[in-house]
């Protein structure tokens, strides 16, 4: 590998048959599996500390202030110990409630992709899901007992995502659409929708008295309907439940991908749709339920923002939301793998909050380091797009030990 | 008019020339109930879409399966619009459609679009996919601005953000060709790099204040000798006699790329390597170095494009203002079957349909509330229609989106 310049080396043969998206990426996580994406982590938060270093800060004292803004000092603090409610306590928490819905906009991203699809619509779909669990959550009165209430919200919320995310699905199936201008263009649809359902005079703008300038919903709390406290202080955004929902959703996904014939077929449709089809699987019907499940997943996230800690949602929430496209670099740098995107949800949660709320502004502007999460988000997606770079140095070192695994399969 | 196109001799009748017609039927059923004709009575646009959709039954039977189910749709759409303008007030109508100033709006939203789709059109052109327009105009939006309030001068401004739109150009490019990256991937990087970095450099160089006020501004080209014209005089000038400098240069961009790309020798070899890389690499063309260059000019058009955005209109900058226009350009370029004067056209409809929302919200915000808000989603309603109703008609480049390997 350090033999210098590209051109004295052997010329690959044209690389190896994947077409699609997925299939290359699986072809890159074969050749180098958890490396590449914890060095690509590495080199994007080097970049964002040559930006920080740029601003004039000290880049080690602007990620200690992330980091301990992102609870992570919890871990040698009271690793265990879950009664002890102060500001690393604290801070976890967030970090834990931003990474449970990073894990959900994550899968909304993985699944699709392994059907080859990239599903960067995860906003809108999200979007979409909030309406629909702020409306039953909070508009439906006590229709129904709260327990019951609460899990027809989150169901309703992720068929809301999936429907808006089965359009994609269904556009890509029939006249083959591309998923990526048509996700766009639902987000934004999604974006004003939802904008003019909270905003003034809209249907779900709430009905408070002296607040009927505000552009913001009703409360799901207020009307009984919500998940419950797992750990800290009710009143304090605490940890919900939701969690294990978050967490279920990661098994499934696994399971699903992994153990059923629905699972097979999506891969299969992934690696080559071509071939897929020849071997007598529907590629329409994939891409469509691919997508269907891809924004269940975004609408669950909706369901557990609204019910677990926001309870309601405004104009300016779905103004500033982003979860939709932290799921795209969670995916990616989790390889669409069930377990990767749980610890890629993990970093970019800390990543999130402590780069804005729970970070001292005497360390590091909060407002310069949101943006900087941003830019770390997008160094960590170019570098992930590029690591068949990894893959051809891989290939190579496989060559020169004469391992014909790689480059003789498929070819 | 269908009726027309129906009766003529047997040889001009095609089923898809039924179906154009019945597309026209409908779009005229909305057309007569709006001002300057303003029918009140809604028989008249009945009739018509009647003709579109009964056009449109008669093509789909025939097989022209899309061109008929574009007659139909456009048919109930071209009624209910004519139903609900016969139902408006005339005052309200006369704010929406006062046609000079519709189609001079149109422009003004279409001229970021002209420019991002013709960069989008050189980039795919020559092999590589570029979803990062959207990010390329969102820089050049930022720093087009910075450099107009640094240096007092639109033009330096203008200039310094297409560099910077052309900067991405290169990252981008670096990514496909060099290291062979995805290239829907490595635009989606560009899209978050974009906003990441004009969000820091926004915080970093005006903190919580805004722009100040005053920037220089991208002046308009007065045209006074249009209205001299007789009868049309003042829907010229209203239309084309006040439009912004940018504007003008947008169209000859489009006229400029539409002859580079098919009657230059460049063009011809930026051609090839988009569409046979291998063939191009044999006889003696640069891959590398079209791609090169079709990508780094994509990224400069699309920040000229995103310079109009902020220092042409709103002389102001606020984060991720392109709200999605770059992949609206990104859908002219495949309506418009990769052709510059095609793009130029979705460019035109999709701007057109921005600004009919805008003066729909202005006109009817106290009579209907919200509609203001709803109506933001025309354009974005529109590009997904007709991206769903142009692929498999419009062919992309052979190997766009593919890397190449050089032997």
Known sequence: MTEGPERQVPPLEDPPAPTTTAGRLHVAQRAG???????????????????????????????????????????????????VIDLSTFNFTQTLLRATTFALTGLAVAFAFRCGLFNIGGQGQYTMGVVVGVWVGAYWGDALPSGLHVVVGIVLAGVAGALWAGIAGILKATVGAHEVITTIMLNWIAFWFASYCFGQGGPLQNRNVGQESVPISDSVYDNGVFIPVLWGDEGLQALHYGIFLAIASLIAFYLVINRTTLGYEVRAVGFNPDAAAYGGISVKKNFFLAMAISGLFAGLAAAVDIYGWKYSAGVLDIQASTVGFVGIAVALLGRSTAIGVGLAAFVFGALDYGTTRGLDPEVFDPTLAGNLSLMIQGLVVLFVGADLLILYLWNLRRKRFASPRLSGKGV | MTSLAENVGVSLVTPKRV???????????????????????????????????????????AHEVRVGWGAIVIGFLGLGGAYLATRSNMESL?????????????????????????????????GVVNIGLEGMMLMGAFWAIWGADRTGNWVTGVLVGMAAGGLLGVLHAFFSVHLRADQIIGGTAINLLAIGVTGYAFVQFYGTENIPAGVSQIPRLQMRFLEEIPIVGDFLYGAFGRLSVMIWIGFIVVIVAHVVLFKTPLGLRLRSTGEHPRAADTVGISVYGMRYFGVTLSGVLAGAGGAFLSVGVISSFNENMTAGRGFIALAAVIAGNWRPFGSFFFACLFGFSTALAFRLGDAYRDSVAGLDVLAQMLPYV???????GVIGKSIPPAAAGKPYTKQ
Not at chain 1, 33 to 53: E, S
Not at chain 1, 70 to 83: E, K, M, S, V
Not at chain 2, 39 to 58: E, I
Not at chain 2, 382 to 388: F, G, H, K, S
Request: hydrophobic share 65%; glycine share 10%; aromatic share 12%.
């Open chain 1, 33 to 83: 599996g958890i490396v590449p994406p914890v060095l690509t982590a590495i080199f994007a938060f080097l970049m964002g500390g040559l930006v920080i270093l740029a601003s004039g800060a000290n880049p080690i004292d602007a990620y200690l202030g992330i980091l301990e803004g992102a609870g992570i000092n919890w871990f040698w603090d009271h690793l265990g110990n879950t009664d």
């Open chain 2, 19 to 61: 179906g154009i017609a019945g597309i026209v039927a409908g779009m005229v059923a909305f057309w007569v109930a709006l001002p300057p004709i303003h029918v009140r009575n809604v028989v008249v646009p009945v009739v018509l879409a009647a003709l579109a959709v009964a056009a449109g039954v008669y093509a789909t039977r």
């Open chain 2, 94 to 126: 006369e704010i929406v459609f006062t046609w000079s100033t519709l189609i001079a709006s149109m422009f003004v939203f279409a001229c970021p679009l002209m420019f991002a789709a013709v960069g989008g059109i050189f980039s795919e052109r020559s």
């Open chain 2, 382 to 388: 529109l590009t997904l229609i007709i991206v769903a």
